[in-house]
């Protein structure tokens, strides 16, 4: 391996364009592949195959015309000669990326989930296990996805935001050292967690996006998003119930030996290099200069609800009812998600059950992050 | 100086300007055909917010007795000072003479038939404290509203001071009348609601129906105050905002209207749902209740189009009463620390009791209760405070029946 190991981004939506955009400024070899039937969203870059990366704010990374090496429909063509795959779309979009790629991938690839919500890492290896036959390919996630901007245009990213000291775990956490080799040449303010149960339950959006946005579903609905979603809307009444279900976050995390920051702590480490300050959390939030620009969704029908409650806080319910844990708040806004938008959002969580844990103990699930499934045999 | 009525203990003289003379004297020519017909029933009104000042100007209009008084006394002070109240309805603004504004409860509770109590739930405690000793045989007690579980909780006060004389207790479901204050002792009456009535014990409703009558005509007699409490609409309607708009009354300080704007079809949905979970708890309970719409329509609220429809989210946005009701400045208003506690609550633990499922108004009480940071499960109208912690649906339909 050269010392810029060779990167593959899949996805063609804000993270994964401004993902392959800051890589390849930064002297990556870097490929880009969208799912066929989403071809449409890198089909401005499929000629010119160049991304134009603006910076706004100070996220302290730099922008420029990034000449990717691959742009296209194809995972063959885009995992070939690739020592790191990233996947950077929404968690419900994991499933048919692990079964684009899962025929492609070879020995000694690693897969990072940017981010995994909870469960992603263990999804993708299931669908990788069923369709490949256990190649020697890694799978790992990030906590959360390591930009925040968006895509502006067909053919350019603003970038606003770019987080310190996301935590990466393999699974199983065994392979996470040998993950971490090689993806600190890539991004080096990287940390080693204990397992994929940390990065789940340090994916923080869980804790601000569903409850800032049910207290402000009226405003957002009424006014189509037309105020600022944390300077606006994160009131001092609202980042209490942001802090009840970080409480409740936190103390799930005590039932599998994890010491979580809270998200207050968080948030400092992740943007305090980008000016964010303050003593709790409201302060944080409706002052961060990362969220200057971030307007409120336009309409509830966003993956405020509709990723993060799924893929978030339906997952912590049910860690609460495994561990004992009570989680009435997060239980609360769930219900009240599902009100709004006349959606069953349990149904098709990727909670234990969903990821065909629902009768592991707690003790079995700790093995099973650390070791692997085969350590239950 | 001039006597405003028979003043007897400690009740206050009113004395009254040259202008406020004339005034009496207009008000006294206006009512002079209801003096004539009315008794002299004699009505204790208790409290001194907006409802309490309405009550007691518009009974009093009537050729009632009024006698009034409130635990927060100066707040009466402004009625002392002018010599009654100012109420101002679509007959015009005139002064009020009232009969006697009282410094103490037993002379407010002494020779009266009806004892009106017109505050917000939270305080009805105090009250059914304050009135226990002196309660007679023959007296009822209305609480106007009584939430959800008024009755219940007043009487249960009344059982634990051991008050022995047999005084039942009623409640209406809402208040009943649309009103504010609009300066000192004045009062806009806007609409003279028809509330739905029952008695604590139920087989005494259809008796102090009859005598609520005298007072607010146009009413409905419910079988039990269980029919009563679950047709508090305001518990329906005013949590679901408040939670769901929280952010935007707190940053703008309620610079929306409530209903219109703050109603949008998603939110819209959640009372729907809230509603739903009502109508489940009134079918366990043999009570076939109209649904919010329907209520909402009947009451003069919103459209036939909006009734047509069936949709909260219309009926809200076609509610020309409520078109222009600004949203509550901050998060500590009575939509929150009141119909919450006094209103979803009660409903939640009824629910319990009578194997109800209540999602929606559980998910809304922990969410309340966290951005007020108060626990409105223990703060509010629990199956203890309510006199009916352990009962079965039989034994709690026979205890609201027989008391």
């Known amino acids: 391996m050269t010392t810029k190991p060779s990167i593959a981004v899949l996805g063609g939506g804000n993270g994964a364009f401004i993902t392959a955009a800051d890589l390849k400024l930064r002297g990556h070899r870097v490929s880009i592949c969208e799912v066929p039937e989403f071809a449409k969203s890198i089909e401005g870059i499929l000629k010119s195959k160049s991304i134009e990366l603006q910076i706004v704010g100070n996220p302290g990374i730099h922008g420029g015309l990034a000449k990717l090496d691959v742009v296209t429909t194809d995972p063959k063509e885009a995992l070939s000669g690739a020592d790191i795959v990233l996947v950077v779309v929404p968690a419900f979009g994991q499933k048919r990326f692990a079964e684009a790629c899962a025929p492609h991938l070879d020995d000694g690839q690693v897969v990072v989930l940017a981010p995994g919500n909870f469960g992603g890492a263990i999804e993708f290896t299931g669908v990788l296990g069923a369709k490949a036959n256990k190649r020697k390919v890694k799978v790992a996630e990030m906590e959360c996805m390591i930009y925040s901007g968006f ?66 579903a009226g405003w957002a609905e009424k006014t189509k998003g037309k105020f600022l979603f944390y300077w606006d809307g994160c009131t001092p009444a609202v980042a209490h119930t942001a802090e009840a279900v ?23 480490e992740w943007y305090g290099h980008e000016g964010a300050q303050g003593s709790n959390l409201q302060e944080v939030l409706s002052t961060n200069p990362v969220y200057a620009e971030d307007y409120a969704p336009s309409t509830l029908q966003h993956r405020f609800l509709l990723e993060d409650i799924p893929y978030g806080m339906v997952p912590m319910e049910s860690l609460g009812k495994l561990t004992g844990i009570p989680t009435p708040v997060t239980s609360a806004i769930i219900t009240l998600a599902c009100e709004l938008i006349q959606v069953d959002l349990r149904s098709k969580a990727r909670d234990l059950n969903g990821l065909g844990m629902g009768r592991l103990s707690l003790q079995e699930l700790k093995k099973v992050v650390d070791r692997g499934p085969e350590s239950l045999k | 100086m001039v006597r405003l009525g028979y003043v007897h203990g400690s009740m206050r003289l009113l004395p009254l300007s040259g202008l406020v003379r004339e005034k009496v004297a207009g008000v006294a020519a206006y009512c002079s055909y209801v003096l004539a017909e ?15 000042h309405a009550a007691a100007a518009d009974l009093s209009l009537k050729g009632f007795r009024v006698k009034l008084f409130s635990l927060s006394s100066q707040m009466l002070d402004p009625i002392r000072q002018q010599g009654g109240i100012t109420l101002v309805d679509d007959y015009g603004e005139r002064l009020v003479p009232i009969y006697g504004v009282c410094e103490q409860i037993p002379e407010a509770l002494e020779e009266t038939d009806i004892v009106l109590i017109i505050v917000p739930a939270l305080a009805h405690a105090a009250y059914a404290d304050a009135c226990a000793p002196y309660l007679k045989a023959g007296q009822i007690v209305v609480l106007n509203p009584g939430s959800t579980g008024g009755a219940l909780a007043f009487k249960n006060v009344l059982r634990d001071k051991r008050v022995s004389a047999d005084v039942p207790v009623c409640e209406t479901n809402t208040l009943a009348y649309i009103c504010r204050l609009t300066g000192a002792a004045k009062v806009k009456i806007t609409v003279r609601t028809k509330t739905q009535f029952a008695s604590l014990p139920g087989r005494q409703t259809q008796t102090c129906f009859e005598i609520f009558q005298e007072i607010f005509p146009g009413g409905t007699a419910r079988r039990n105050v269980l029919e009563t409490s679950l047709t508090n609409f305001n518990a329906v309607m005013h949590a679901p905002g408040m939670v769901m708009n929280a952010g935007w009354i707190e940053f703008t300080k309620g610079n929306f209207s409530y209903y219109c704007e703050g109603t949008t079809p998603a939110v819209a949905k959640v009372i729907d749902e809230i509603d739903k979970e009502r109508i489940a708890l009134c079918r366990q309970i043999g009570y076939s209740s109209d649904r919010f719409v329907e209520h909402f329509y009947k009451a003069g609220s919103t459209s036939e189009n909006a009734f047509k429809s069936g949709s909260v989210y219309t009926a809200l946005q076609e509610s020309e009463p409520n078109r222009f009701i600004r949203a509550p400045e901050n998060l500590s208003h009575r939509f929150l620390s009141e119909d919450v506690p006094y209103g979803i609550v009660p409903m939640a633990h009824l629910g319990k009791m009578l194997g109800v499922r209540t999602p929606t108004i559980n998910a809304l009480v922990d969410l309340a209760s966290v951005i007020n940071e108060t626990n409105y499960w223990q703060a509010g109208w629990t199956p203890e405070r309510l006199g009916i912690q352990g009962m079965n649906l039989e034994q709690l339909l026979f205890y609201v029946e027989n008391g």
């Open chain 1, 151 to 216: 895509k502006s245009k067909p053919t350019v990213a603003w970038v606003s935001g770019y987080k310190k000291g996301l935590r990466v775990a393999a699974y199983p956490a065994s392979d996470t050292t040998e993950v971490m080799e090689t993806l600190l040449k890539v991004y080096a303010d990287l940390r080693a967690a204990k397992s994929v149960l940390e990065t789940g339950l340090r994916n923080i959006n869980t804790v601000v996006h569903a409850p800032i946005l049910i207290h402000n």
């Open chain 1, 246 to 268: 970080d409480r409740e976050r936190i103390s799930l995390g005590t039932r599998f030996d994890l010491t979580l920051d809270s998200m207050l702590d968080v948030s400092l």
């Open chain 2, 38 to 52: 009315a008794s002299m029933r004699t009505v204790t009104v208790l409290g001194g917010g907006n409802g309490a």
